[in-house]
């Protein structure tokens, strides 16, 4: 597996001026695409300063050694129980559904996704580097370029998967734009892109990265709304707002 560097969503257009002042809806895809995949370390160095992790491993969270000995079920058991009284997102993901992801990933490593807010929707963008998933919004990405940092990292960590099976994953984010809810909205999009057996639904990861300018944002609403992941959220939004 392939790992690349930590990396920063750079934008080196020659019209990034003009690029910046088009509504999110318009935008042109193709120089969008080139923008996010023009990147640096300074992903990395935005991210630390944040309060992110540098080099989180699994090790330094899991006594890998004291779980070889335990199932797949407990090991799930022990990470849940771990993580329940944390304000973070974590999961562990079956190997068939990491392996599908991750193959998935090498060739499309980037992607768009919809977070319900009171008024409609802010658009986030994940960029793999490695096992890593960071994510920022759209708008900060347009507004800041290369000076874009991370508001949400989702770590994944196989090393039990050819052992166990199991794939263990948790995350941090920056909380002064996110809050848990929110945070596992996006990542409960990762396995709704990625890891869909829906050639449709995985498809608009392959526009959006392989034929830019045919991609649409609402398609990412569309699909969002029609498998009902945002909906508890938008409703809870929409409580607190009366």
């Known amino acids: 597996m392939a790992v690349s560097d930590p ?5 080196r257009l020659e019209k990034r001026s003009e690029f910046r002042k088009q509504p999110v809806g318009r935008s042109r ?3 969008f695409i080139k923008c996010v995949e023009q990147k640096t370390d300074a992903l990395g160095k935005q991210s630390v300063k944040r309060g992110f992790t540098k080099d989180k491993t699994l090790s330094s969270i ?3 050694e004291m779980v070889k000995e335990k199932t797949a079920e407990e090991i799930k058991q022990i990470w849940q129980q771990y993580f329940a009284a944390k304000d973070t997102v974590y999961a562990v993901i079956p190997a068939e ?11 499309c490593p980037t992607f768009l996704c919809a977070l319900p807010r009171r ?3 802010e658009f986030f963008v994940g960029q793999w580097t490695g096992t890593e998933l960071h994510f920022t919004a759209l708008i ?20 039990l998967k050819e052992e166990k099976g199991i794939v263990l994953m948790t995350a ?5 734009f996110l809050n848990v809810a929110e945070a596992q909205c996006i990542a409960n999009q990762v396995q709704l892109f990625y890891a869909t057996d829906r050639k449709e639904t995985y498809g608009l990861v392959e526009t959006f990265n392989l034929r830019p300018n045919e991609f649409k944002y609402m398609s990412v ?9 945002g909906a508890e959220l938008k409703c809870s939004q929409n409580q607190n707002k009366t």
């Open 221 to 229: 609403i569309a699909e969002l709304e029609q498998s009902g992941l």
């Open 29 to 31: 895809q193709g120089d």
């Open 140 to 159: 900060n990405i347009q507004t800041r370029g290369e000076a874009a940092a991370s508001q949400l990292i989702l770590y994944h960590y196989p090393e």
């Open 7 to 11: 990396a920063a969503f750079e934008s």
């Open 119 to 121: 008024e409609g929707y």
């Open 97 to 107: 559904k990491f392996d599908l992801i991750w193959n998935r990933a090498q060739s």
């Open 62 to 64: 899991f006594n890998i």
């Open 172 to 176: 941090e984010m920056d909380s002064t």
